[in-house]
């Protein structure tokens, strides 16, 4: 049977940034123990239904996974490997943050089984670190950064983008700067003003104005010229990385690969006999616990997705990738045969614009502009 990649939602942090509508949650108390049981009854009731499998990786995301103490770590991992014997390493990944705190706990996660480090850098300037709310200073980024760089095999930062007032000689500045350590994977994220969180606030009061769509594609443009001076490139619309370095868990969720996501909030996409199963678990930290306390499992809501929704998604998804998606595992894994997923009127424009192509071995992939232009060309390909 197919691997299995594995998602551990956390969601608590130390603050809530103004912009994030993640399921992050600020408590002043946590029975950290209680949760972990939780997390591990979670995970048990998973394992029990999709039966033996390899465990391709493991993802500690949240909210703030650096919150954990190594401890968890260490039960969680044990546990996904006692459940689902990986064939060869997995990958391992815990997202931080550079604060002196959770820094200091990197080598415990390192002894717990962690392989790869994901830094929540998210901006190299400390006025921009300030806007965005985050805890720590770019001196504090750049340390962790060097730290992390000594501890694990594998390092990966975040960074924002498209920010008030952000021009390119700044920005390419700031890349240069972090690539300088030699890291083998950038998720780069544009700044957007989502809905229900201070942002928005501000937004709708005049206070933030984001850079328009052509500096924007100038940022974009400058990160992908500076990530190729030091052999990054973009495999994803927002991730790019040395060639072998590419995130294994999430090229799971755009190949659309089964995983399970166990912990508050955490969604999934559960093999079930010959079917595929969504799952979302419950959102509210303390309601998810107690239902996980009450009946086994966090579960909130369960889908059988049929061949049309599991094409859908697996469009928009594999569509993401440099790679593009293959016709025929895209019709083993959905049920549907590519060229019936597409809206043919779409495709025509899209290929007369030149924003993806058709390549000899079968498969369809957004050109450099497609993916620049993504959010509008998903609607016109995608019945």
């Given at each position: 049977?197919?691997?299995?990649a ?19 949650h600020?408590?002043e108390?946590?029975d950290?123990a ?26 500690f995301g ?5 919150l954990?103490s190594?401890?968890t770590?260490?039960?969680?991992i044990d546990a ?10 997995p990958?391992i990944?815990?997202e ?20 790869r480090i994901s830094l929540?850098?998210?901006a190299?300037?400390d ?10 200073s770019?001196?504090e980024?750049?340390a962790a950064?060097?730290i992390a ?5 594998r390092?990966s ?10 021009t390119e000689g ?5 890349l240069r700067?972090?690539l300088a ?6 998720s780069?994220?544009?700044l957007?003003i989502?809905?229900a969180t201070?942002f928005?606030?501000a ?5 933030i104005?984001l850079p328009?769509?052509?500096t924007q ?7 992908e ?5 030091v ?10 990385a040395?060639?072998?370095a ?7 969720y755009?190949r ?12 999934g996409?559960?093999?079930?006999g ?5 799952t979302?678990r419950?959102?509210a ?11 086994g499992?966090?579960v909130?809501?369960e ?5 049309p929704?599991r094409?859908r ?13 293959e016709?025929q ?7 549907v045969?590519?060229?019936e ?8 424009l ?9 390549r ?5 992939a ?5 993916r620049?232009?993504?959010?509008a060309?998903?609607?016109l390909l995608?019945?």
């Amino acid at each position: 049977m197919e691997p299995i990649a594995l998602y551990v939602h956390w969601p608590f942090c130390l603050s809530r940034c103004p912009y994030c509508d993640f399921n992050a949650h600020v408590r002043e108390r946590l029975d950290e123990a209680r949760f972990r049981r939780a997390v591990l009854a979670d995970l048990a009731f998973e394992a029990a239904r999709v039966g033996a499998r390899r465990l391709v990786s493991l993802f500690f995301g949240g909210g703030t996974p650096s919150l954990m103490s190594p401890e968890t770590v260490a039960a969680i991992i044990d546990a996904a490997r006692a459940t689902f014997p990986p064939e060869g390493e997995p990958e391992i990944t815990l997202e931080a943050n550079p604060s002196s705190v959770e820094v200091a706990r990197l080598r415990g996660y390192r002894e717990a089984g962690v392989n790869r480090i994901s830094l929540g850098v998210q901006a190299l300037d400390d006025a921009a670190l300030a806007f965005l709310g985050r805890r720590h200073s770019a001196a504090e980024a750049l340390a962790a950064l060097d730290i992390a760089r000594a501890i694990f095999p594998r390092v990966s930062f975040d960074l924002i983008y498209a920010r008030p007032g952000q021009t390119e000689g700044a920005w390419r500045a700031e890349l240069r700067t972090a690539l300088a350590f030699g890291l083998d994977h950038l998720s780069l994220y544009q700044l957007t003003i989502e809905p229900a969180t201070p942002f928005a606030l501000a937004h709708a009061r005049g206070e933030i104005a984001l850079p328009d769509d052509a500096t924007q594609a100038v940022l974009l443009a400058a990160t992908e010229e500076e990530a190729g001076r030091v052999g990054l490139s973009f495999y994803e619309v927002s991730n790019c990385a040395r060639p072998g370095a590419e995130s294994r868990h999430n090229l799971a969720y755009w190949r659309y690969e089964p995983y399970l996501g166990v912990g508050p909030g955490a969604h999934g996409r559960v093999p079930v006999g010959h079917g595929l199963v969504a799952t979302r678990r419950v959102r509210a930290p303390e309601a998810w616990l107690e239902r996980v306390e009450r009946h086994g499992h966090g579960v909130a809501e369960e889908e059988v997705l049929d061949p049309p929704t599991r094409a859908r998604e697996a469009l928009l998804m594999g569509l993401r990738l440099a790679e593009g998606v293959e016709a025929q595992a895209f019709r083993a894994r959905t049920g549907v045969a590519l060229e019936e997923a597409i809206d043919p009127r779409g495709l025509a424009l899209a290929y007369a614009e030149g924003w993806v192509e058709r390549r000899l071995d079968g498969v369809l992939a957004t050109t450099a502009a497609g993916r620049l232009r993504l959010d509008a060309l998903l609607p016109l390909l995608v019945r």
